[in-house]
């Protein structure tokens, strides 16, 4: 197939240099002259676009050179990069291209930036944003065995351009690569995303080292090596579904815990993860992370201190609901083949706030119909306490917890057997009060 490669740098020279040698003509234009490189190369952006069925486009999306990861970064304001360079090359391809062609995006961009900023100037020809996911010391191994294949297009789909860009790698990348394919917004996320989960991970680790060598009699690897081998919760799927913030019973507290022991160690700030209402109604982890890859291997890692943490109102909130619809089905009874249904309406907040007071509260609606009469019974299960931390290790806690305010917790339920339906109710313990401490 004839290939055009714009952008014949750090990355563009390798990756076109394994279309080569798979058998594909290749022809590379870049701003600067190559002296070793074994394709062949023009002066002119015509000339790649008039030889290439496929076009890939691998320039700087660049940052001022302040980010370019060498030294720390969180003194510099947020800043998106520079696009110029690829619009002016879309500009240029576009005027000697057809829609016979397909071009091919490679640059890093933010999510939603290919809408925003460059399909305007894309008239002429197909495109396809595929941005590669390559460490820059092993690119032509990386682009024989890459990890996954990032393909965007407009709408998605698996089908058209996409498969022909897809075909075109199978005849160089090892067989069973994973391809993800999705809408140009849904692929720039999952290039720039990917590229973060990795630097927190970076920051996660060397965070470990530095607490193990300050604890002593504790060795990086062994902890590293447990949190590698655990391919579920950590490596795997889980939590990889979006939606409420961090919480439950643990996360919270052994963060704070971990940034407590961090302090005392002297070992420096800990990544720490702070929960913060939306709109008061529901919440999204709030990741206070910030860093940067410095020469030598060491990440730095800056967050907020303890003090400007000390008077953050941090709240959890979750609003859900599940919806039952029973219909049993026998053959010696029809008269127990009746449906009947149970809803359950559930919610828990909790909210931290200042001076070590903290309130928690959960509920549950339940909606029972279609059953016999006198059985259709709905109720309103609110629990609620509110507790104060004393002391300055705030080991000392004294709490009031209040169970079943409304006085109305029944458990009512159906049971459906071969040729009985049985409908119950049973009051239990209801709305009591404790303290503790």
Same mark, same amino acid.
């Not at 680790?205 to 060795?219: F, S, T």
């Not at 391919?231 to 919480?247: E, Q, S």
């Not at 002297?266 to 992370?289: C, K, M, R």
């Given at each position: 197939?004839?290939i %055009?490669?714009?952008?014949v ?5 390798? @990756?076109a240099?394994?279309?080569?040698? #798979? ?5 590379g234009?870049?701003?600067?002259t190559?002296s ?5 190369m023009?002066?002119?952006i015509?000339?790649? #676009? ?6 890939? *486009?691998a320039?700087?999306?660049?940052h ?7 030294? $720390?970064?969180?003194?510099? $304001? !947020? ?14 391809? !576009?005027k000697? +291209? ?16 290919i809408r925003?900023?460059? &399909?305007?100037? #894309? ?5 396809i ?5 390559i ?6 191994w ?16 698996? +089908?058209g ?6 075909d ?15 809408? /140009?917004?849904? @692929?720039?996320?999952?290039k &720039?995303?990917?590229?973060?989960? *990795?630097?927190?991970k970076v ?13 002593g009699?504790?060795n ?8 590698e081998?655990?391919?579920y919760? &950590? ?5 990889m ?5 961090? %919480?439950?019973?643990?996360? $919270?507290?052994?963060?704070? @815990? ?11 700030? *800990?990544?720490?993860? =702070?929960?913060t209402?939306i709109?008061g109604?529901? !919440?999204?982890g ?6 940067t890859?410095?020469? %030598? ?5 800056e *967050?907020?201190?303890?003090?400007a943490?000390?008077?953050?109102i ?12 029973? =219909? ?6 029809n ?9 359950r309406?559930n919610?828990?907040?909790a /909210?931290?706030?200042?001076k ?13 119909s ?8 709905n109720?309103f299960? /609110?629990?609620?306490? &509110?507790d ?8 000392l806690?004294?709490?009031i917890?209040?169970?079943d305010?409304?006085?109305? !917790?029944?458990?009512?339920g159906?049971n =459906?057997q ?19 401490r």
């Amino acid at each position: 197939m004839k290939i %055009g490669f714009i952008g014949v740098g750090k990355l563009g020279k390798d @990756a076109a240099e394994v279309m080569y040698e #798979c058998g594909h003509d290749v022809l590379g234009y870049d701003v600067k002259t190559m002296s070793e490189t074994k394709i062949n190369m023009t002066t002119s952006i015509m000339d790649v #676009c008039k030889h290439g069925e496929i076009i890939f *486009i691998a320039v700087p999306t660049p940052h001022h050179p302040d980010y370019d990861g060498r030294n $720390p970064t969180s003194h510099l $304001p !947020n800043k998106d990069f520079d696009y110029s360079i690829v619009k002016e090359v879309l500009t240029e391809v !576009n005027k000697y +291209t057809s829609k016979e062609q397909l071009v091919v995006l490679i640059s890093t961009v933010l999510p939603g930036t290919i809408r925003r900023e460059f &399909i305007n100037l #894309c008239d002429n020809f197909r495109f396809i944003y595929n941005p590669y996911l390559i460490a820059m010391g092993t690119v032509k191994w990386d682009m024989v065995n890459p990890e996954m294949i990032i393909i965007g297009t407009e709408d998605g789909s698996f +089908t058209g351009d996409a498969k022909i860009l897809l075909d075109f790698y199978k005849t160089f990348i090892k067989e069973g690569t994973r391809y993800e394919v999705g809408t /140009w917004d849904e @692929a720039e996320g999952i290039k &720039i995303f990917y590229n973060t989960f *990795i630097s927190t991970k970076v920051a996660l680790v060397n965070m470990i080292q530095d607490v193990a060598e300050k604890i002593g009699n504790m060795n990086v690897d062994v902890v590293t090596g447990a949190l590698e081998r655990s391919t579920y919760r &950590i490596l795997g799927p889980a939590y990889m579904k979006a939606g409420m913030g961090d %919480g439950g019973g643990c996360h $919270p507290r052994d963060n704070i @815990a971990l940034r407590y022991m961090a302090e005392k160690l002297d070992a420096g700030e *800990i990544v720490t993860i =702070v929960s913060t209402p939306i709109s008061g109604e529901i !919440n999204f982890g709030s990741y206070l992370l910030e860093g940067t890859l410095v020469s %030598g291997g060491e990440y730095i890692v800056e *967050i907020p201190t303890q003090e400007a943490l000390t008077n953050v109102i941090a709240s959890a909130n979750t609003v859900g609901t599940d919806y039952e619809y029973n =219909v049993p089905k026998t053959t010696l009874n029809n008269e127990t083949n009746l449906p009947y249904i149970t809803q359950r309406v559930n919610f828990e907040f909790a /909210w931290q706030m200042p001076k070590g007071f903290s309130f928690e509260s959960d509920g549950v609606y339940t909606i029972n119909s279609k059953r016999s009469d006198g059985y259709n019974i709905n109720y309103f299960t /609110w629990n609620a306490s &509110i507790d104060k931390k004393f002391l300055k290790t705030e080991n000392l806690i004294l709490a009031i917890k209040a169970n079943d305010i409304l006085n109305q !917790n029944i458990s009512a339920g159906r049971n =459906v057997q071969t040729n009985v339906i049985t409908d119950s109710k049973t009051t239990i313990i209801q709305r009591y009060f404790f303290t503790s401490r």
